[in-house]
């Protein structure tokens, strides 16, 4: 089945870390998206792509980077300049002028 | 800039009592709307698409409505299944294709 993978389920970050995040996508969509989703909030943008090798940055890319080098995969590191990054982190993908896929989330924590 | 704004919070029903939930939206030109489903802890699951003034979708108890300024999901006669968070979004003309902005939600519950 088609789908949008997203991995580790859960993520721990020390102060100072560096993580990324896993999206992989077998759907054949162009587009494709990281949001990230904190506590009784919607989702905020975060970088979002729509052809392999080239990104945009969303409304808070500050403290985060991407890279599109395959058209399946979007693959989100967190840097240790993103100052709260404690969040619940949505990767999608879609096709057109259509509704989203979403991953089944990365839940992020710093100790 | 755009903005979605989603009511109530949070709605509390007991099975089988109608309502609505609302989303207002402010955009320069809209390319869509869209209804997502959120379980708790899970990503947010597609629902509809809206794309102009008068336009109706279905699915199963549930029907969104859109007019040029808002939009509607009702949920006629509501099961203990259908408690979730429930999101609206909308992609305007004149950004990006496919980039949407989200409302913050409502959270429905459905008491047997």
């Known amino acids: 089945d088609g789908g949008i993978t997203q991995s580790p389920k859960y993520l721990f970050r020390k102060e100072g870390q560096n993580v990324t995040l896993s999206c992989e996508q077998n759907?054949?969509?162009?587009?494709m998206y990281w949001y990230r989703q904190d506590p009784g909030q919607g989702l905020r943008l975060i970088y979002y792509?729509?052809?392999?090798?080239?990104?945009q940055k969303g409304d808070i890319a500050e403290g985060y980077s991407v890279s599109r080098e395959k058209k399946e995969s979007f693959p989100l590191t967190v840097t240790s300049a993103q100052k709260n990054p404690t969040a619940f982190y949505l990767c999608?993908?879609?096709?057109?002028?259509?509704?989203?896929?979403f991953g089944s989330g990365t839940r992020l924590t710093v100790v | 800039e755009d903005q979605v704004t989603q009511s109530p919070e949070a709605l509390r029903l007991q099975e089988g009592e109608s309502s609505s939930l609302n989303c207002s939206y402010t955009?320069?030109?809209?390319?869509?709307l869209f209804w997502y489903r959120q379980d708790p802890g899970k990503g947010p699951e597609f629902l509809f698409t809206?794309?102009?003034a008068g336009e109706e979708k279905e699915k199963e108890r549930l029907k969104a409505t859109l007019t040029k300024k808002e939009s509607f999901l009702h949920i006629t006669a509501p099961k203990p299944e259908d408690s979730a968070t429930y999101l609206c979004?909308?992609?305007?003309?004149?950004?990006?294709?496919?980039?949407?902005?989200f409302g913050d939600g409502t959270t429905l519950t459905v008491k047997p």
């Open positions: 809206l794309y102009s």
């Open positions: 955009v320069s030109g809209l390319r869509g």
């Open positions: 999608a993908s879609s096709a057109g002028n259509r509704g989203y896929t």
């Open positions: 759907l054949n969509h162009d587009a």
């Open positions: 792509s729509q052809i392999v090798n080239d990104f």
């Open positions: 979004a909308v992609q305007d003309v004149n950004t990006n294709a496919g980039k949407s902005t």
